[in-house]
């Protein structure tokens, strides 16, 4: 795995700040660009972090808060679809929530994917230590089931791990449900999950599919982000993985996911 660094060199500083510029474009228009591999290679992780770095500040300038940050690219499959061997991660924003029972409108998100996950909250910094699987797990407050709204601002899906790492992970939205659990009231990695649209079953996993056991992405992301030089800290929210595939959504549509242990959470899109 290459190297992250936010800190590109003279002649990358270029592309990182025209891969940001095309992505904020994007946005501001609701429309999709290319991938960006005129600018960034495919497995060019330091500049693609770096790249991200710029989305971030974009966002705060703007007036939205670091909440916490979401974990991608967990399930092995997605992983050698894409050619990669390691998640990626990405900020979630204030403005990215979503209680249960929302309608989240039809325009928030470009080219929105339904995942559903396990969301745990943070009761300490996990920025000391050895980061071991203990630490992460007792830093760990509650758990909640969590639908993750993904969207690609490139255009079709066609990314690279360049494309998205670039694009803050292919966050979009989160919708978290109500029913907190510690993790001694339930084992993340024995639940099961059903995600259904309008009442049609459309993905089915297991928490055995994120990494193993979710608690081991989180771990893996609290080493990696302190590494990163952003460390995680108490009251952060973190989105751990995909239980299950990745749905497309679109306008007037039901999601509900149940998680055993955990209970259900659904929204629906607007018209």
């Known amino acids: 795995m290459s190297e992250v660094t936010s ?5 990358g500083d270029a592309a990182v700040a025209a891969a940001a510029d095309r992505l ?10 290319p991938p960006m591999r005129d600018l960034l290679a495919a497995t060019d992780l330091a500049t693609a972090y770096a ?4 989305l971030t500040a974009a966002r705060v300038a703007g007036g939205a808060t670091i909440v916490g940050r979401k974990i991608g690219l967990t399930s092995k499959a997605v992983q050698e679809q894409i050619g990669v061997d390691t998640p990626d991660f990405g900020v979630l924003f204030d403005d990215m929530a979503y209680a249960a ?16 996950e396990i969301a745990f909250v943070l009761a300490a910094d996990l920025a000391d230590g050895e980061l071991g699987y203990d630490q992460v797990r007792e830093a760990i407050d509650y758990a909640v089931a969590a639908i993750e709204i993904c969207g690609s601002r ?10 998205t790492v670039a694009d803050n992970a292919s966050a979009g939205a989160y919708v978290l449900g109500t029913e907190r659990r510690r993790l001694d009231e339930f084992e993340p990695k024995d639940v099961s999950m059903s995600m259904s649209i309008d009442d049609e079953e459309v993905s089915t996993g297991t928490g055995a599919a994120c990494l193993g056991d979710p608690v081991n992405a989180v771990q ?16 952060q929210l973190i989105l751990s993985g995909a239980l299950g595939p990745m749905r497309p959504i679109v306008p007037g549509n039901t999601v509900r996911s149940t998680v055993s242990g955990l209970g259900s959470v659904a929204f629906s899109v607007g018209k």
Do not use: C, M
Request: hydrophobic residues 45%; aromatic residues 8%; negative net charge.
């Open 7 to 11: 800190q590109p060199d003279v002649a």
């Open 24 to 33: 904020l474009t994007a946005a501001a228009t609701g429309t999709p660009v």
């Open 51 to 54: 790249v991200q770095e710029r």
């Open 101 to 116: 029972g929302d309608t989240i409108p039809a325009d928030t998100i470009l080219q929105p994917r339904a995942e559903a």
């Open 154 to 163: 490139i255009a079709d899906w066609k990314i690279s791990f360049g494309d």
């Open 220 to 235: 893996w992301l609290a080493r990696y982000a302190r590494d990163f030089g952003e460390p995680l800290r108490a009251g």
